[in-house]
């Protein structure tokens, strides 16, 4: 589960780091492929309201197998449209169908005894972290090697291998949820009105991952132009720095199940931005930004696996209505985060952008500060 989670996420990322060859090779601006970019999460969000409610009804593995299969198709339209009008819906497919990640989350807290199901989906979760540093490092690095579209053909070829290994090796036994799929979608919305705990997680969750994708979409850009004009493989590289962010989801699941969430989010929102405010004046430092980076992305990443505990905790018999809602918000501050990222640096320069970043940390720590006040 954790291996599939790794290459549904990776497949939002890859292009990130070749966005300036992508933007030659379509012979457009970079602003206009970082709003196609967008459309991943914009995608996802759509992926997320639509197709993870069905793991709590029919087979884990049929309907994961399925997004995989049809993201695999995705990606290989996405390899062959000929400009960023036509990429911008392409991409926006293949981030409906990534949100598998968001389905294995839903199947782990489901299927978790209750005082392991934070260190479950820990493990789940380190598998998108690893997606997400894999998607933007290979992504790079096949991006010089064989060309961008060649990158996406390869990403294609492995989710058509990963659809038949979901048949093979995920659950096959239904789930348990009394409600329709229609019942279940119409539900969403009412969700927050009934649940304080999902509506001030999905608030905060919505802030960091609006700063993490301003980081990650906005550094692309700013290494990719002068005084840097580094290489798309070399730009990849820098996701390096986010192994940290693996190592820090497991040991957060494991603290979370000993001290509660709300201690594990503040510490990991503190370290994340201070993180981003010092990385905005030391970019030309190689060293200095990639130790940084690293504990910017542990820092959000282990927030991530104690908020989103508290979220799959409401109804663990069936949590996956409960993580799609949580999840459409949080990505609506991805979304806005990867088109304010390219376009930012564009306009104001890197300096603003990461402050923006740590701002944004800043108001989510509050948030919770809050909370636990109330």
Known sequence: MSVAAALGTA???????????????????????????????????????????LVDR????????????????????????????????????????????????????????????ATALGMVTAGISAGVLAGRTVGGWLADE?????????????????????????????????????????????LFARHRTLRLASLRGSLWFFAFCVVWAGIAVAL????????????????????????????????????????????GLAVAGAAAATISFSLENTVIALICLAIFDAGLFAAQVANQSMVLAIDPSAPARFNSAYMLVYFVGGSLGTAAGAATVEWFG???????????????ATVTVLERQR
Do not use: K
């Open 11 to 53: 497949t939002i990322y890859p292009m990130q780091p070749a966005i300036a060859d992508v933007a030659e090779s379509l012979d457009s601006q970079i602003t206009a492929i970082g709003i196609a970019l967008a459309f991943g999460p914009i995608g996802y969000m759509l992926g997320l309201g639509l197709l993870v409610p």
């Open 58 to 117: 029919f087979s884990p593995a049929r309907v994961l197998a399925a997004q995989f299969g049809v993201l695999a198709c995705a990606l290989v339209v996405s390899a062959v449209v000929p400009d960023a009008a036509l990429l911008a819906p392409a991409v926006g497919l293949t981030g409906a169908c990534s949100a598998v990640g968001a389905g294995l989350s839903s199947v782990t807290g489901r299927l978790a005894p209750p005082r392991q199901r």
């Open 146 to 190: 064989i060309g961008w579209r060649g990158m996406l053909l390869t990403f294609a070829a492995a989710c058509g291998l990963v659809a038949v290994c979901c048949l093979l090796a995920l659950p096959n036994t239904r789930g348990t949820a009394e409600r329709g799929y229609l019942a279940t979608l119409r539900s969403l919305p009412g």
């Open 224 to 267: 990719s132009e002068p005084p840097f004009s580094y290489s798309a493989e070399r730009i990849g590289l820098y996701s390096l720095a986010g192994l940290s962010g693996i190592l820090a989801t497991q040991a957060a699941g494991r603290a979370t199940d000993r001290v509660g969430p709300r201690l594990v989010i503040l510490v």
């Open 350 to 364: 890197w300096l603003s952008t990461a402050m923006i970043a740590a701002a944004a940390v800043g108001v989510a």
